[in-house]
């Protein structure tokens, strides 16, 4: 299954929603996104049947995560931890959306939050606080958590928008490594599907 969220102009509050059903050869629009918003991540996140995305909302700019269910082709909000102030702008240049261990997971400045029920605001949890890595450069501020290992040690990629730094962090002690690669990395999710190129 592909969707496609195309916007025109800045704010996706005029847009299409299409939704295309691989070997099915067709495209169908879906219902549009209810609000006003421009989205912080170009890929949705997909957890429990649905794609997550973050997104700042049209008319306050305040983050949200937004759902769409694949099933029944609605959108939900999804609640983020009561402690993440959502409203300011260090909240939008700092934030990242991911998947963990098949859970939704966020991360907020330095702090790693994963919703492990699914859907249930009251199922977030602050995994660990990044400690302050004194050699990366701090305009390298998006962090994101490519894996957690059973050790604790944690494989993040932080960027400042024009480079990325592979680092691997011990969330139990709070010492790094920087890794000899420094380009982008994303988790590859295995499917039966063999991509076209």
Known sequence: MVVVLRGHGNFVDNHEVKVHTLGTNCWKSIQNIPFGCVALQISGKFVSGTLNWLVA????????????????????????????????????????????RDCLCMVFGYDVWVMKEYKNKESWSKLFTISHIPDLPTYYGIIKVLHIFEDGQVLLDSTNGYTWKLIFYNSRDGTYKFTEFEFRCEVCVESLISPCF
């Open 57 to 100: 909302k049209e008319y306050d700019n305040k983050i949200q995560i937004f759902s769409l269910d694949l099933g029944s082709e609605t959108y939900k909000e999804v609640l983020l931890p009561r402690e993440v102030d959502a409203s300011t702008l260090h909240s939008q240049l700092h934030s990242q959306l991911g998947v963990l």
